[in-house]
């Protein structure tokens, strides 16, 4: 195998998939990046055999083949110099050269890489990539980072005919973004459970406009975009029942600008008990005022912000987590946020600048209704 590739392009490349690969107690092969040389371009690929990132880029190819780049290269090759970088392998030995720059590397036979199957039957839908890029960064945060529970480990998909949503909780809040799409490419309903790391992955590697084809089989998602393919192991679908969690009810309502709100939240939020983060939010007139404290260092604070309320419905007090609430605050990017609340009921989030998602938060309950 010889080819002759762009260096830019050669650490683009090894930058997408190098996070991917595995460790060799699971296969001795996977700690290693796949290549293959084939017509006019160079295919990379990495694994942990639960996920796998495949790369291709244009080379000018002297002759085809395929070896496996060892874990050196991922420290080699992203500090090449710029120009056109030589690659020449005989056998399991690799050459590399690059203006003055020469090395010699000790690859493995392509033989001994686990073989990665291609989706054959699947179901798709075509998404914007800018889109889906932004419905996985609003949901990440929410994804749950205990290990035990491992059903909220990651990002729910939803499919119906014309509809899609995608769902991440930790039990105490919980995100839900949804699209409509043009296709009527399958009738039945599909629910896909795809891993945090997938989802961080593959935010890494969206392209930031275009168009990105995903497709769904039984236990595997695979994400095709121009240059670059994602594939995932799905994790199994025991996610809860998430529409029982959103009221069907209209709370009352209010507006408040984001920004001033989030300032306000993490100004009170360094006077707060760092265990419990509890913060009471109390309406009077036009003004909200946001309040905590952190007795065990004598410590507290407030902050008052305008608000506008949407009814004569008297808006009850809150008590919530602070850093949970910031959390979604800061997920949003519109300028105006709209918050439903309802004594005992979580607290909805909405913007109408971004009229595709919605957040909830589990208020804490006031030690005096425990009492009571």
């Known amino acids: 195998m010889e080819f002759t590739i762009n260096s830019k392009e050669l650490k683009q490349a090894i930058t997408k998939v190098r996070g991917v690969t595995g460790s060799p107690i699971s296969h001795p092969a996977i700690e290693y990046i796949h290549a293959k040389a084939d017509a006019e371009r160079v295919a990379f690929m990495a694994t942990n055999l639960n996920l796998t990132a495949i790369c291709k880029v244009e080379a000018d190819v002297q002759a085809g083949g395929e070896i496996l780049f060892p874990p050196l290269c991922v420290e080699v090759f992203p500090d090449l110099p710029d120009g056109d970088v030589s690659i020449r392998c005989n056998a399991e030995k690799i050459a590399v050269s690059v203006g003055r720059f020469k090395s010699k590397l000790t690859g493995l036979s392509a033989e001994l890489y686990p073989v990665i199957e291609r989706l054959e039957t699947y179901d798709q839908i075509t998404m914007e990539a800018d889109q889906l890029a932004s419905a996985i960064r609003f949901l990440l945060p929410f994804t ?164 506008r309320p949407l009814s004569d419905e008297t808006l009850p007090e809150m008590l919530f987590n602070v850093h949970y609430m910031l959390d979604h605050l800061t997920t949003f990017k519109g300028d105006i946020l709209k918050f439903g609340v309802c004594k005992r009921k979580p607290i909805i989030i909405t913007c109408d600048e971004e009229p595709d998602r919605k957040a909830l938060v589990q208020p804490i309950r006031p030690p005096e209704e425990d009492e009571s």
């Open 144 to 307: 749950s980072t205990d290990k035990s529970r491992f059903e909220l480990d990651g990002i729910f998909w939803v499919l119906e005919k014309h509809r899609m949503e995608l769902v991440s909780t930790d039990g105490r809040r919980l995100g839900i973004v949804w699209n409509g799409y043009p296709e009527d490419s399958f009738t039945d309903k599909h629910e896909a459970l795809v891993s945090t790391h997938t989802c961080e992955t593959l935010l890494k590697t969206l392209p930031k406009s275009g168009v990105v084809i995903v497709r769904f089989a039984p236990r595997r998602i695979e994400f095709d975009m121009p240059g670059q393919v994602i594939q995932a192991n799905l994790l199994t679908p025991n996610f809860p029942q998430y529409h029982r969690i959103i009221p069907d009810e209209q709370f009352p309502e209010f507006t408040v600008e984001r920004k001033p709100m989030i300032e306000a939240l993490r100004r009170v939020a360094k006077v707060t008990d760092t265990e419990l983060c509890k913060v009471r939010m109390k309406f009077n007139g036009d003004t909200i005022t946001l309040d905590g404290e952190y007795s065990d260092k004598g410590a507290e604070g407030e902050e008052q912000l305008e608000y």
